[in-house]
DNA sequence: TTAGGGTTAG
Protein backbone atom coordinates (compact mmCIF):
# COMPACT_ATOMS: atom_id res chain seq x y z
CA UNK A 1 0.00 0.00 0.00
CA UNK A 2 1.57 3.34 0.21
CA UNK A 3 4.99 2.36 -0.83
CA UNK A 4 6.45 6.42 -1.06
CA UNK A 5 5.49 6.78 2.20
CA UNK A 6 6.86 3.44 3.76
CA UNK A 7 10.33 4.54 2.34
CA UNK A 8 10.28 8.01 3.65
CA UNK A 9 9.66 6.41 7.10
CA UNK A 10 12.68 3.75 6.90
CA UNK A 11 14.81 7.00 5.53
CA UNK A 12 13.47 8.84 8.43
CA UNK A 13 14.30 6.22 11.08
CA UNK A 14 18.49 6.52 9.76
CA UNK A 15 17.77 10.44 9.80
CA UNK A 16 18.81 12.55 12.51
CA UNK A 17 14.46 13.19 12.99
CA UNK A 18 13.46 16.14 14.78
CA UNK A 19 10.22 16.78 16.86
CA UNK A 20 8.98 19.44 13.76
CA UNK A 21 9.53 16.89 11.17
CA UNK A 22 7.54 14.23 13.41
CA UNK A 23 4.76 16.62 13.34
CA UNK A 24 4.97 17.04 9.89
CA UNK A 25 5.01 13.05 9.07
CA UNK A 26 2.31 12.85 11.39
CA UNK A 27 0.21 14.76 9.36
CA UNK A 28 1.06 13.57 6.62
CA UNK A 29 0.00 10.15 7.83
CA UNK A 30 -3.37 11.56 8.96
CA UNK A 31 -4.30 12.78 5.70
CA UNK A 32 -3.67 10.05 3.84
CA UNK A 33 -5.39 7.98 6.77
CA UNK A 34 -2.68 5.55 7.62
CA UNK A 35 -2.82 6.10 11.44
CA UNK A 36 -5.63 3.36 11.23
CA UNK A 37 -2.01 1.11 10.61
CA UNK A 38 -0.50 0.38 13.75
CA UNK A 39 3.17 0.00 11.65
CA UNK A 40 3.08 4.01 11.01
CA UNK A 41 1.74 4.52 14.73
CA UNK A 42 4.46 2.91 16.13
CA UNK A 43 7.17 4.53 14.22
CA UNK A 44 5.43 7.76 14.88
CA UNK A 45 5.52 6.72 18.52
CA UNK A 46 8.87 6.26 18.53
CA UNK A 47 10.01 9.50 17.04
CA UNK A 48 7.72 11.50 19.41
CA UNK A 49 9.71 9.11 22.56
CA UNK A 50 12.87 9.68 20.84
CA UNK A 51 11.87 13.97 20.53
CA UNK A 52 11.46 13.83 24.67
CA UNK A 53 7.31 14.69 23.49
CA UNK A 54 5.99 11.81 25.82
CA UNK A 55 2.53 13.19 25.89
CA UNK A 56 2.35 13.25 22.06
CA UNK A 57 3.57 9.81 22.14
CA UNK A 58 0.60 8.66 24.80
CA UNK A 59 -1.75 10.78 22.65
CA UNK A 60 -1.26 8.81 19.06
CA UNK A 61 -1.26 5.70 21.05
CA UNK A 62 -4.73 6.30 22.49
CA UNK A 63 -6.00 7.28 19.15
CA UNK A 64 -4.80 4.25 17.32
CA UNK A 65 -7.47 1.41 16.95
CA UNK A 66 -5.47 -1.65 16.34
CA UNK A 67 -2.71 -2.02 18.41
CA UNK A 68 -0.08 -4.47 17.63
CA UNK A 69 2.45 -5.66 19.86
CA UNK A 70 4.84 -3.10 18.50
CA UNK A 71 2.70 -0.55 19.75
CA UNK A 72 2.51 -1.37 22.91
CA UNK A 73 5.85 -2.29 23.28
CA UNK A 74 7.19 0.97 21.67
CA UNK A 75 4.67 3.34 24.14
CA UNK A 76 5.96 1.07 27.03
CA UNK A 77 9.87 1.10 25.70
CA UNK A 78 8.91 5.03 25.44
CA UNK A 79 8.08 5.71 29.33
CA UNK A 80 11.05 3.05 30.39
CA UNK A 81 13.60 5.32 28.53
CA UNK A 82 12.24 8.36 30.40
CA UNK A 83 12.91 6.93 33.22
CA UNK A 84 9.00 6.51 34.10
CA UNK A 85 9.05 3.15 35.78
CA UNK A 86 5.75 3.43 37.22
CA UNK A 87 3.94 4.54 33.75
CA UNK A 88 5.83 1.99 31.71
CA UNK A 89 4.76 -0.94 34.63
CA UNK A 90 1.00 0.06 34.19
CA UNK A 91 0.90 0.25 30.69
CA UNK A 92 2.24 -3.77 31.00
CA UNK A 93 -0.61 -4.69 32.89
CA UNK A 94 -3.07 -2.38 30.53
CA UNK A 95 -1.79 -4.97 27.79
CA UNK A 96 -2.12 -7.70 29.57
CA UNK A 97 -6.13 -7.52 29.84
CA UNK A 98 -5.85 -6.21 26.22
CA UNK A 99 -6.11 -8.35 23.28
CA UNK A 100 -2.47 -8.46 22.65
CA UNK A 101 0.12 -10.23 24.37
CA UNK A 102 3.16 -9.11 25.51
CA UNK A 103 6.19 -10.83 23.84
CA UNK A 104 10.16 -10.93 24.75
CA UNK A 105 10.47 -7.50 23.54
CA UNK A 106 7.75 -6.18 25.96
CA UNK A 107 9.24 -8.45 29.13
CA UNK A 108 12.92 -7.73 28.08
CA UNK A 109 11.77 -4.09 29.16
CA UNK A 110 9.28 -3.94 31.55
CA UNK A 111 12.55 -6.49 33.38
CA UNK A 112 14.67 -3.33 33.19
CA UNK A 113 11.68 -1.37 34.71
CA UNK A 114 11.22 -3.25 37.14
CA UNK A 115 15.08 -3.48 38.27
CA UNK A 116 15.43 0.03 37.67
CA UNK A 117 12.81 0.81 40.13
CA UNK A 118 13.81 -1.50 42.89
CA UNK A 119 10.53 -3.23 42.53
CA UNK A 120 11.58 -7.14 43.93
CA UNK A 121 7.58 -7.67 43.89
CA UNK A 122 6.79 -6.57 40.62
CA UNK A 123 10.04 -8.23 38.86
CA UNK A 124 8.29 -11.72 40.25
CA UNK A 125 5.09 -10.67 38.83
CA UNK A 126 6.46 -10.23 35.49
CA UNK A 127 8.98 -13.62 35.88
CA UNK A 128 5.62 -15.71 36.92
CA UNK A 129 4.03 -13.51 33.55
CA UNK A 130 7.09 -14.87 31.51
CA UNK A 131 6.76 -18.48 32.26
CA UNK A 132 2.99 -18.58 31.91
CA UNK A 133 3.99 -17.35 28.12
CA UNK A 134 6.50 -19.60 27.74
CA UNK A 135 9.07 -17.55 27.24
CA UNK A 136 11.43 -18.29 30.39
CA UNK A 137 14.02 -20.03 28.01
CA UNK A 138 14.35 -16.83 25.51
CA UNK A 139 17.49 -15.33 25.19
CA UNK A 140 16.25 -11.98 25.71
CA UNK A 141 14.49 -12.51 28.86
CA UNK A 142 16.68 -14.81 30.18
CA UNK A 143 19.35 -12.86 30.58
CA UNK A 144 17.50 -9.68 31.37
CA UNK A 145 16.13 -11.50 34.09
CA UNK A 146 19.85 -12.74 35.24
CA UNK A 147 20.29 -9.23 35.12
CA UNK A 148 17.27 -7.46 37.05
CA UNK A 149 17.59 -10.46 39.93
CA UNK A 150 21.40 -10.00 40.54
CA UNK A 151 21.22 -6.26 40.45
CA UNK A 152 18.61 -6.41 43.15
CA UNK A 153 21.04 -8.27 44.82
CA UNK A 154 19.21 -11.61 44.54
CA UNK A 155 22.03 -13.81 42.98
CA UNK A 156 20.17 -16.83 44.10
CA UNK A 157 17.75 -15.96 41.68
CA UNK A 158 20.03 -15.18 38.99
CA UNK A 159 21.14 -18.36 39.10
CA UNK A 160 18.59 -20.41 39.37
CA UNK A 161 17.60 -18.64 35.14
CA UNK A 162 21.11 -19.07 34.17
CA UNK A 163 21.34 -23.20 35.28
CA UNK A 164 18.14 -23.24 33.43
CA UNK A 165 19.31 -22.65 30.11
CA UNK A 166 20.99 -25.73 28.10
CA UNK A 167 22.88 -23.46 25.90
CA UNK A 168 23.62 -20.23 27.02
CA UNK A 169 24.44 -17.18 24.38
CA UNK A 170 27.75 -14.79 25.34
CA UNK A 171 25.21 -12.20 26.47
CA UNK A 172 24.03 -14.75 29.18
CA UNK A 173 27.39 -15.92 30.11
CA UNK A 174 28.17 -11.64 30.91
CA UNK A 175 25.13 -11.05 32.27
CA UNK A 176 25.71 -13.98 34.94
CA UNK A 177 29.39 -13.20 35.41
CA UNK A 178 28.17 -9.39 35.75
CA UNK A 179 26.04 -10.12 37.99
CA UNK A 180 28.11 -12.25 40.41
CA UNK A 181 30.68 -9.12 40.34
CA UNK A 182 27.62 -6.94 41.42
CA UNK A 183 26.81 -8.88 44.13
CA UNK A 184 29.85 -8.73 45.25
CA UNK A 185 31.32 -12.63 44.79
CA UNK A 186 33.75 -12.56 42.76
CA UNK A 187 35.17 -15.74 43.54
CA UNK A 188 32.32 -16.82 41.81
CA UNK A 189 32.47 -14.61 38.72
CA UNK A 190 36.16 -16.16 37.85
CA UNK A 191 34.90 -19.52 38.43
CA UNK A 192 32.17 -18.86 35.51
CA UNK A 193 34.74 -17.00 33.35
CA UNK A 194 36.81 -20.32 33.43
CA UNK A 195 34.26 -22.61 33.10
CA UNK A 196 32.80 -20.56 29.75
CA UNK A 197 36.41 -20.83 28.37
CA UNK A 198 36.08 -24.29 29.10
CA UNK A 199 32.68 -24.62 27.38
CA UNK A 200 35.06 -23.63 24.01
CA UNK A 201 33.02 -19.82 24.97
CA UNK A 202 34.98 -16.72 23.75
CA UNK A 203 34.95 -14.15 25.96
CA UNK A 204 34.55 -10.63 24.86
CA UNK A 205 34.90 -6.73 26.47
CA UNK A 206 31.80 -6.71 28.80
CA UNK A 207 32.90 -10.14 30.01
CA UNK A 208 36.48 -8.78 30.97
CA UNK A 209 34.57 -5.90 32.76
CA UNK A 210 32.25 -8.02 34.71
CA UNK A 211 35.29 -9.81 35.77
CA UNK A 212 37.38 -6.91 36.63
CA UNK A 213 34.86 -4.87 38.25
CA UNK A 214 34.11 -7.65 40.78
CA UNK A 215 37.74 -7.95 41.98
CA UNK A 216 38.01 -6.62 45.15
CA UNK A 217 40.09 -6.79 48.61
CA UNK A 218 43.75 -6.86 48.77
CA UNK A 219 43.89 -10.64 48.15
CA UNK A 220 42.52 -9.99 44.87
CA UNK A 221 45.27 -8.10 43.53
CA UNK A 222 47.61 -10.78 41.63
CA UNK A 223 44.59 -12.26 40.21
CA UNK A 224 43.68 -8.86 39.32
CA UNK A 225 47.23 -8.59 37.80
CA UNK A 226 46.64 -12.16 35.75
CA UNK A 227 43.26 -10.51 34.11
CA UNK A 228 45.20 -7.41 33.23
CA UNK A 229 47.61 -9.48 31.60
CA UNK A 230 44.86 -11.72 30.12
CA UNK A 231 43.22 -8.45 28.46
CA UNK A 232 46.60 -7.40 26.88
CA UNK A 233 47.26 -10.45 25.47
CA UNK A 234 44.48 -10.30 24.28
CA UNK A 235 43.64 -7.22 22.98
CA UNK A 236 41.31 -6.00 24.90
CA UNK A 237 42.68 -3.40 26.79
CA UNK A 238 41.92 -1.34 23.66
CA UNK A 239 38.48 -1.22 25.04
CA UNK A 240 37.57 1.93 27.05
CA UNK A 241 35.42 -0.27 29.41
CA UNK A 242 37.44 -2.53 30.24
CA UNK A 243 40.76 0.14 30.70
CA UNK A 244 37.94 1.91 32.78
CA UNK A 245 37.61 -0.87 35.12
CA UNK A 246 41.02 -2.21 35.20
CA UNK A 247 41.66 1.80 36.26
CA UNK A 248 38.80 1.53 39.21
CA UNK A 249 40.40 -1.57 40.01
CA UNK A 250 43.70 -0.53 40.91
CA UNK A 251 42.56 1.89 42.35
CA UNK A 252 40.24 -0.10 44.87
CA UNK A 253 43.15 -2.21 45.40
CA UNK A 254 45.08 0.79 46.58
CA UNK A 255 47.88 0.11 43.46
CA UNK A 256 47.78 3.86 42.20
CA UNK A 257 50.85 3.57 40.44
CA UNK A 258 48.99 0.85 38.90
CA UNK A 259 46.19 2.48 38.05
CA UNK A 260 48.06 5.83 36.80
CA UNK A 261 50.21 3.35 34.24
CA UNK A 262 46.44 2.00 32.71
CA UNK A 263 44.69 5.41 32.69
CA UNK A 264 48.47 6.42 30.26
CA UNK A 265 47.52 3.88 27.93
CA UNK A 266 43.99 5.58 26.82
CA UNK A 267 45.30 7.24 23.58
CA UNK A 268 42.25 9.68 24.13
CA UNK A 269 41.26 9.58 27.65
CA UNK A 270 36.98 9.93 28.16
CA UNK A 271 35.34 11.32 31.34
CA UNK A 272 35.17 7.58 32.78
CA UNK A 273 38.71 7.00 33.02
CA UNK A 274 39.61 10.25 34.16
CA UNK A 275 36.83 10.08 36.86
CA UNK A 276 37.83 6.50 37.65
CA UNK A 277 41.60 7.59 38.36
CA UNK A 278 40.71 10.92 39.90
CA UNK A 279 38.18 9.46 42.52
CA UNK A 280 41.01 6.22 43.10
CA UNK A 281 43.09 8.86 44.02
CA UNK A 282 40.71 10.82 46.28
CA UNK A 283 40.06 7.41 47.77
CA UNK A 284 43.03 6.38 48.32
CA UNK A 285 43.72 9.54 50.32
CA UNK A 286 46.41 11.59 47.92
CA UNK A 287 43.64 14.88 47.26
CA UNK A 288 46.31 17.12 46.44
CA UNK A 289 47.47 14.66 43.66
CA UNK A 290 43.73 13.93 43.01
CA UNK A 291 43.56 17.49 42.88
CA UNK A 292 46.30 18.41 40.10
CA UNK A 293 44.88 15.12 37.77
CA UNK A 294 41.21 17.46 38.19
CA UNK A 295 42.82 20.44 37.11
CA UNK A 296 45.17 19.08 34.03
CA UNK A 297 41.62 17.66 32.67
CA UNK A 298 40.11 20.55 32.52
CA UNK A 299 42.98 22.12 30.74
CA UNK A 300 42.78 19.60 28.40
CA UNK A 301 38.77 20.30 27.39
CA UNK A 302 37.15 17.42 29.61
CA UNK A 303 34.64 18.72 31.13
CA UNK A 304 33.93 17.24 34.72
CA UNK A 305 30.44 15.91 35.40
CA UNK A 306 28.04 16.13 38.78
CA UNK A 307 29.43 12.83 39.58
CA UNK A 308 32.95 14.06 39.85
CA UNK A 309 32.62 16.89 41.00
CA UNK A 310 30.56 15.44 44.16
CA UNK A 311 33.30 12.58 44.64
CA UNK A 312 36.50 15.15 44.77
CA UNK A 313 34.08 17.43 47.28
CA UNK A 314 33.28 14.31 49.76
CA UNK A 315 37.36 13.77 49.26
CA UNK A 316 37.58 17.17 50.86
CA UNK A 317 35.31 16.44 53.19
CA UNK A 318 36.66 13.17 54.55
CA UNK A 319 40.19 15.10 54.60
CA UNK A 320 38.87 18.09 56.78
CA UNK A 321 41.11 19.98 54.03
CA UNK A 322 39.71 23.58 53.57
CA UNK A 323 41.97 25.09 51.22
CA UNK A 324 41.36 22.72 48.22
CA UNK A 325 38.13 23.07 48.99
CA UNK A 326 37.83 26.51 48.07
CA UNK A 327 39.40 25.77 44.96
CA UNK A 328 36.62 23.27 44.70
CA UNK A 329 33.61 25.92 45.84
CA UNK A 330 35.14 28.56 43.09
CA UNK A 331 34.95 25.71 40.20
CA UNK A 332 31.28 24.83 40.79
CA UNK A 333 30.18 28.32 40.97
CA UNK A 334 32.72 29.22 38.03
CA UNK A 335 30.88 26.20 35.58
CA UNK A 336 28.02 26.55 37.13
CA UNK A 337 26.83 23.37 38.86
CA UNK A 338 25.32 24.92 42.09
CA UNK A 339 21.81 24.09 40.92
CA UNK A 340 22.91 20.39 41.04
CA UNK A 341 21.07 17.99 43.73
CA UNK A 342 24.62 16.36 44.42
CA UNK A 343 26.93 19.01 44.06
CA UNK A 344 24.94 21.71 46.37
CA UNK A 345 24.56 18.70 48.91
CA UNK A 346 28.28 17.68 48.62
CA UNK A 347 29.53 21.33 49.20
CA UNK A 348 27.09 21.78 52.43
CA UNK A 349 28.51 18.21 53.69
CA UNK A 350 32.21 19.79 52.89
CA UNK A 351 32.02 22.92 54.77
CA UNK A 352 30.36 21.10 57.63
CA UNK A 353 33.18 18.53 58.04
CA UNK A 354 35.82 21.12 57.63
CA UNK A 355 34.46 22.97 60.79
CA UNK A 356 32.55 25.48 58.67
CA UNK A 357 28.94 25.53 59.76
CA UNK A 358 27.85 29.30 58.87
CA UNK A 359 29.56 28.64 55.14
CA UNK A 360 27.42 25.71 54.93
CA UNK A 361 24.61 27.47 55.84
CA UNK A 362 25.28 30.27 53.51
CA UNK A 363 25.45 27.48 50.69
CA UNK A 364 21.96 26.34 51.51
CA UNK A 365 20.80 29.96 51.80
CA UNK A 366 22.31 30.84 47.95
CA UNK A 367 20.66 27.81 46.37
CA UNK A 368 18.05 28.47 43.84
CA UNK A 369 16.55 25.46 43.56
CA UNK A 370 16.50 22.46 47.01
CA UNK A 371 15.83 18.87 47.19
CA UNK A 372 15.54 16.18 49.58
CA UNK A 373 19.70 15.78 49.79
CA UNK A 374 20.08 19.23 50.22
CA UNK A 375 17.72 19.16 53.26
CA UNK A 376 19.67 16.34 54.27
CA UNK A 377 23.02 17.69 54.00
CA UNK A 378 21.82 20.89 55.89
CA UNK A 379 20.02 19.20 58.49
CA UNK A 380 22.77 16.65 59.25
CA UNK A 381 25.38 19.79 59.19
CA UNK A 382 23.81 22.18 61.97
CA UNK A 383 22.91 18.63 63.96
CA UNK A 384 26.85 17.83 63.52
CA UNK A 385 27.91 21.41 65.53
CA UNK A 386 24.75 21.23 67.64
CA UNK A 387 22.53 23.44 67.00
CA UNK A 388 19.65 21.02 67.04
CA UNK A 389 16.71 23.44 67.16
CA UNK A 390 18.02 24.93 63.32
CA UNK A 391 18.37 21.54 62.55
CA UNK A 392 14.47 20.56 63.88
CA UNK A 393 13.24 23.78 62.18
CA UNK A 394 14.68 23.34 58.69
CA UNK A 395 13.24 19.73 59.00
CA UNK A 396 9.68 21.53 59.39
CA UNK A 397 10.05 23.42 57.05
CA UNK A 398 10.76 20.98 54.71
CA UNK A 399 7.95 19.26 55.22
CA UNK A 400 5.75 22.74 55.01
CA UNK A 401 7.72 22.97 51.59
CA UNK A 402 5.96 19.40 50.58
CA UNK A 403 9.63 17.86 50.41
CA UNK A 404 9.13 13.93 51.79
CA UNK A 405 11.90 13.09 53.86
CA UNK A 406 13.77 9.92 53.25
CA UNK A 407 15.68 7.77 55.55
CA UNK A 408 18.54 9.62 55.62
CA UNK A 409 16.19 12.94 56.74
CA UNK A 410 15.65 11.06 59.70
CA UNK A 411 19.07 9.75 60.42
CA UNK A 412 19.87 13.79 60.46
CA UNK A 413 16.77 14.53 62.41
CA UNK A 414 17.69 11.65 65.14
CA UNK A 415 21.26 12.70 64.84
CA UNK A 416 19.93 16.22 65.93
CA UNK A 417 17.60 15.27 68.47
CA UNK A 418 20.59 12.73 69.80
CA UNK A 419 23.15 15.32 70.49
CA UNK A 420 21.09 18.04 71.44
CA UNK A 421 19.83 15.67 74.28
CA UNK A 422 16.02 16.04 73.05
CA UNK A 423 15.37 12.57 74.25
CA UNK A 424 11.27 13.08 74.10
CA UNK A 425 11.56 15.25 70.34
CA UNK A 426 14.13 11.92 69.34
CA UNK A 427 11.32 9.46 70.72
CA UNK A 428 8.16 11.66 68.90
CA UNK A 429 10.26 11.45 65.67
CA UNK A 430 10.99 7.69 65.25
CA UNK A 431 7.66 6.76 65.58
CA UNK A 432 5.86 9.48 63.21
CA UNK A 433 9.27 8.13 60.66
CA UNK A 434 7.68 4.81 61.23
CA UNK A 435 4.21 5.03 61.50
CA UNK A 436 3.50 8.34 59.24
CA UNK A 437 6.09 8.40 56.56
CA UNK A 438 6.11 4.66 56.19
CA UNK A 439 9.70 4.32 56.74
CA UNK A 440 11.71 1.59 58.24
CA UNK A 441 14.01 2.14 61.18
CA UNK A 442 17.64 0.42 59.59
CA UNK A 443 20.83 0.50 61.70
CA UNK A 444 21.97 4.00 61.70
CA UNK A 445 18.40 4.81 63.30
CA UNK A 446 18.87 3.01 66.23
CA UNK A 447 22.44 4.02 66.66
CA UNK A 448 21.27 7.14 66.98
CA UNK A 449 18.08 6.61 69.09
CA UNK A 450 20.54 4.55 71.66
CA UNK A 451 22.63 7.20 71.90
CA UNK A 452 19.70 9.83 72.47
CA UNK A 453 18.52 7.64 74.98
CA UNK A 454 21.69 6.19 76.66
CA UNK A 455 23.67 9.41 77.09
CA UNK A 456 20.48 10.88 78.94
CA UNK A 457 21.36 7.64 81.66
CA UNK A 458 18.60 5.77 79.93
CA UNK A 459 20.33 2.78 79.69
CA UNK A 460 18.07 -0.22 80.23
CA UNK A 461 14.94 1.33 77.60
CA UNK A 462 18.39 1.97 75.44
CA UNK A 463 18.65 -1.76 75.79
CA UNK A 464 15.31 -2.90 75.32
CA UNK A 465 14.88 -1.15 72.51
CA UNK A 466 17.85 -3.06 70.88
CA UNK A 467 15.62 -6.19 72.20
CA UNK A 468 12.85 -4.83 69.68
CA UNK A 469 15.14 -4.84 66.50
CA UNK A 470 14.26 -6.71 63.85
CA UNK A 471 17.40 -8.09 63.33
CA UNK A 472 20.61 -8.49 64.91
CA UNK A 473 21.99 -5.49 66.68
CA UNK A 474 25.58 -4.88 64.71
CA UNK A 475 28.95 -2.94 66.12
CA UNK A 476 27.84 0.49 65.57
CA UNK A 477 24.30 0.28 68.06
CA UNK A 478 25.84 -2.20 70.20
CA UNK A 479 29.14 -0.11 70.42
CA UNK A 480 26.85 3.30 70.80
CA UNK A 481 25.15 1.78 73.78
CA UNK A 482 28.58 0.59 75.28
CA UNK A 483 29.87 4.31 75.04
CA UNK A 484 26.69 5.26 77.21
CA UNK A 485 27.42 2.64 79.76
CA UNK A 486 31.19 4.20 79.69
CA UNK A 487 29.78 7.60 80.67
CA UNK A 488 27.21 6.83 83.10
CA UNK A 489 29.57 4.01 84.95
CA UNK A 490 27.15 0.84 84.10
CA UNK A 491 28.65 -1.98 84.65
CA UNK A 492 25.92 -4.43 84.23
CA UNK A 493 24.83 -2.67 80.66
CA UNK A 494 27.96 -2.60 79.65
CA UNK A 495 29.04 -6.14 80.19
CA UNK A 496 26.43 -7.22 78.50
CA UNK A 497 27.32 -4.97 75.58
CA UNK A 498 30.81 -5.51 75.60
CA UNK A 499 30.04 -9.03 75.60
CA UNK A 500 27.65 -9.03 72.44
CA UNK A 501 30.56 -7.37 70.82
CA UNK A 502 33.62 -9.19 71.79
CA UNK A 503 32.04 -12.30 70.25
CA UNK A 504 30.99 -10.50 66.86
CA UNK A 505 34.64 -9.16 66.53
CA UNK A 506 36.86 -11.33 68.94
CA UNK A 507 40.21 -9.14 67.83
CA UNK A 508 38.61 -5.86 69.04
CA UNK A 509 39.99 -5.15 72.09
CA UNK A 510 38.60 -1.91 72.46
CA UNK A 511 35.19 -3.29 73.72
CA UNK A 512 37.10 -5.09 76.96
CA UNK A 513 39.25 -1.88 77.37
CA UNK A 514 36.14 0.22 77.84
CA UNK A 515 34.29 -2.68 80.06
CA UNK A 516 37.48 -2.47 82.07
CA UNK A 517 37.42 1.64 82.62
CA UNK A 518 33.52 1.26 83.96
CA UNK A 519 35.18 -0.94 86.55
CA UNK A 520 38.31 1.38 87.02
CA UNK A 521 35.46 4.13 87.02
CA UNK A 522 33.67 2.23 90.22
CA UNK A 523 37.20 1.59 91.82
CA UNK A 524 36.68 -1.94 91.08
CA UNK A 525 40.09 -3.38 90.75
CA UNK A 526 39.39 -7.15 90.87
CA UNK A 527 37.56 -6.81 87.94
CA UNK A 528 40.12 -4.71 86.20
CA UNK A 529 42.93 -6.89 87.02
CA UNK A 530 40.64 -10.71 85.55
CA UNK A 531 39.78 -8.75 81.93
CA UNK A 532 43.19 -7.12 81.36
CA UNK A 533 45.03 -10.55 82.59
CA UNK A 534 42.09 -12.41 80.11
CA UNK A 535 43.40 -9.83 77.50
CA UNK A 536 47.25 -10.90 77.76
CA UNK A 537 46.45 -14.28 77.95
CA UNK A 538 44.70 -13.84 74.79
CA UNK A 539 47.54 -12.29 73.22
CA UNK A 540 45.52 -9.08 72.76
CA UNK A 541 47.04 -5.72 72.55
CA UNK A 542 45.20 -1.92 72.43
CA UNK A 543 45.23 -0.95 69.26
CA UNK A 544 46.76 2.93 69.40
CA UNK A 545 44.62 6.22 68.77
CA UNK A 546 46.03 8.17 65.99
CA UNK A 547 44.28 11.71 64.84
CA UNK A 548 45.42 14.42 62.95
CA UNK A 549 45.39 18.56 62.03
CA UNK A 550 45.84 20.48 59.06
CA UNK A 551 48.53 23.02 59.51
CA UNK A 552 48.01 26.39 57.52
CA UNK A 553 51.59 27.36 57.86
CA UNK A 554 53.36 23.70 56.43
C1' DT B 1 5.56 -6.20 3.35
C1' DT B 2 7.45 -3.24 6.81
C1' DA B 3 8.89 -2.59 12.98
C1' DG B 4 11.62 -3.21 18.01
C1' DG B 5 15.85 -6.39 21.73
C1' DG B 6 18.87 -8.93 26.05
C1' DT B 7 24.90 -8.18 28.98
C1' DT B 8 29.77 -3.45 30.12
C1' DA B 9 33.40 1.07 32.76
C1' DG B 10 33.89 6.27 36.93
Known amino acids: MCNWLSSLLVEFSRSHQTLRATKQLHALTVTTHLTQDPFYATKLIRFYAINNALHSAHILFDKTPNRSVYTWNSIIRAYAQHHQFDH?????????????????????????????????TSLRAAHG?????????????????????????????????????????????????MGYASCRLWHKGLELFSKMRHFGVNPDGYTLVGVISGLDGT???????????????????????????????????????????VFSSSPWPDLVVWSALITGFV?????????????????????????????????????????????????????GYLSDAMVGSALINMYSKCGYVAVGVQVFESL?????????????????????????KLFEDMLEKGFKPDQSTFSAVLYACSLGGLVEDGQEYFRRMKEEFDIQASLEHYVHMVKLLGMAGQLELAYNLIQTMPGPPDTGVLGALLS?????????????????????????????????????????WEDVKILRESMVAAGLRKTPGLSWIEDNNA
Request: proline share 2%; glycine share 6%; charged share 15%.
Open 88 to 120: AYSLFKQMLCSQCKPDNYTFSCILRACMEKTDV
Open 129 to 177: GLIVSDLESDSICSSALVNAYSKLGLVHEACEVFNGIVEPDLVLWNAMV
Open 219 to 261: SSLVIGEGVHGFSLKAGFCANAHVRSSLVSMYSRLNSLNSAYK
Open 283 to 335: DGGVLEEALSLFREMNLQGQRADSLLIASVLAGCARLAAVRPAKEMHGFVLRF
Open 368 to 392: QERYVATYNSIISCLATHGLASDAL
Open 484 to 524: CCVVHGNAEVGGIASSKLSAIEPENTAYRVMLSNIYASKEN
